[in-house]
């Protein structure tokens, strides 16, 4: 999967100024590490949370359902999982900056 | 013409003819038994293929978003039902690899059933959380049954619906922490039999292949809830209570799923939660038998149709492997790694061969079970689910 695409899409929004300037866009990793990043989020994210992030046993991960949702948080629940939930830590796949990217992503409501 | 020919030539030609135009029309004469469907899970897409001769038939394209798809057959073996997670039911003739119905029947979906007599087709729903029942010659709908708000204000989730006999359907409920069993002999007007308190967050559930024994998997405790549905009285007890005792349970990165291929003989095997261990239980008493140590969270335990071995694949990030255990001696005796994501297993109806899918090779890999070597491998897109129909005569499949 090739995010180059992606990244130019969301770096020519930012430029329109199109997306929220609260939203600071995280720097992209590097390939093939940004694809591999998705490829997880597409496929083991999407195991529960459906592979369209409409939901599942997993709650939705739309824009519209991580909406006011702030991102650390979000970056930390990835991290750390949901104890007392199904949501497991991703921390051992994943760092901070990576994990708030895929929030910056799922946010901008990007499908893989 | 009819000058030449007296009356009784004459008719000879004309079924003559009809039947050569009839053999052109229709795809040569076989049979089903050796089918089977391969969800295509990213390209919305399904395979038929021939699980005698190792190939694919061909490949039928709009069925929607095939996340976790599952499907059943219809009694007769012709036609497959596919559920997709968009909430779609599409209707696919195994011979003339035909989408012939398809309808929308919920926003999220899970899976379904159908009934003993073949009639009524069971949708179980996440959005809106409930089961709905369909006429399985016209996918018109029956019925709809919401389950019971759960924890979170809405209807609940629907988990691990099966069939059992006399037309009814078993499934538990994820949010409301029940199990519920719906007689649809008059599929108009079901009638529902609760269980409530049947153990903290359901995640999937089975029928025994007798259809007696209804058994949902918990995600919230360790342990298992069992419904003798000849005793529906006695209500749902806990079986292999506190399996993972004084362990520190481990992060479930994916969630395992349990069907009617967990039991094979005296034995029930059953994947751990939060342990790499496979669960082994008496399948009269439900009494634990023993935990075998495997190399990671196991997701699919599926025991060949002979009972001998168990064939077990793993959440991420060990689904680039499977292992193999012996019954008798209770061991792991071969790990194999057959492609990355093996994301399904599914055995030829008399366990000669088992069929799995490499959704990151994009392939199908055919294992013969007696040497362990790999017979062939043929290309999918993004393979999921294998389902062979043979499952058309197993209750609760």
């Known amino acids: ?112 | 013409m009819a000058g030449l020919l007296p009356e009784a030539g004459r008719t000879a030609l004309i079924l003559t003819l009809s039947l050569l135009l009839a053999a052109c029309a229709a795809p040569p004469l076989r049979g089903t038994g050796d089918l089977g469907v391969v969800i295509e899970r990213a390209s919305g897409s399904v395979q038929v293929v021939d699980n005698t001769h190792q190939r694919s038939l061909g490949r039928i394209q709009g069925l929607g978003d095939l996340s976790h798809a599952s499907v059943v057959f219809s009694r007769d073996a012709r036609y497959a039902y596919v559920f997709g997670r968009d909430g779609a039911i599409s209707k696919v003739d195994l011979l003339t690899r035909q989408l012939v119905q398809r309808v929308a029947q919920a926003s999220n979906s899970i899976g379904g059933a159908i009934s003993s007599d073949g009639k009524v087709i069971a949708a179980q729903n996440y959005e809106p959380g409930g089961v709905r029942l369909f006429d399985a010659d016209n996918l018109a709908l029956l019925a709809d049954i919401p389950a019971v708000t759960g924890h979170n204000g809405k209807p609940s989730r629907v988990v691990g619906l099966a069939d059992l006999p006399g037309n009814r359907f078993a499934y538990a409920l994820f949010d409301a922490d029940e199990i519920d069993v719906l007689d649809a002999s008059d599929p108009a007007h079901p009638v529902l039999a609760r269980h409530p308190g049947a153990g903290k967050s359901p995640y999937d559930g089975l029928a025994s292949m007798d259809g007696r024994y209804f058994l949902a998997g918990l995600y919230g405790e360790d342990g298992l809830s069992l419904l003798d549905t000849w005793r529906p009285e006695q209500g749902v007890r806990r079986v292999l209570a506190g399996y993972g005792r004084g362990e520190q349970a481990m992060p479930v990165y994916k969630m395992p799923h349990l069907r009617g291929w967990s039991i094979a003989g005296e034995y029930a095997f059953l994947p751990a939660i939060g342990h790499h261990e496979v669960l082994m239980a008496d399948s009269r008493s439900w009494a634990q038998v023993a935990a075998v140590p495997v190399l990671g969270q196991p997701v699919f335990v599926m025991a060949e149709p002979s009972g001998r071995h168990v064939w077990v694949n793993f959440a991420f990030p060990d689904n680039d492997k499977v292992q193999v255990i012996d019954v008798p001696s209770r061991q792991v005796i071969k790990t194999l790694q057959p492609g990355r994501a093996i994301l399904h297993m599914e055995f030829t109806a008399r366990g000669d061969a088992v069929w799995l899918s490499s959704r990151d090779d994009d392939k199908l890999v055919v294992i013969d079970t007696a040497t362990l070597n790999t017979r062939s491998t043929l290309p999918a897109r993004e393979p999921s689910g294998i389902f062979f129909s043979w499952r058309a005569g197993r209750m609760g499949m």
């Open chain 1, 1 to 112: 999967m090739d995010s180059g695409p992606v990244s130019r899409l969301l770096a020519a929004l930012l430029a329109c100024g199109l997306v929220l300037p609260a939203m600071a866009a995280p720097a992209a990793p590097a390939e093939p590490r940004a694809s591999q990043l998705l490829q997880l989020l597409h496929n083991d994210c999407g195991a529960c949370h459906g592979l369209t992030f409409r939901g599942g046993l997993g709650s939705p991960l739309t824009p519209e359902a991580l909406q006011g949702k702030p991102d650390d948080s979000l970056a930390a629940t990835i991290l750390n999982g949901r104890p007392g939930t199904p949501m497991p830590p991703w921390r051992p796949f994943l760092d901070e900056e990576e994990a708030k990217w895929l929030v910056y992503y799922l946010k901008q409501g990007a499908r893989p």
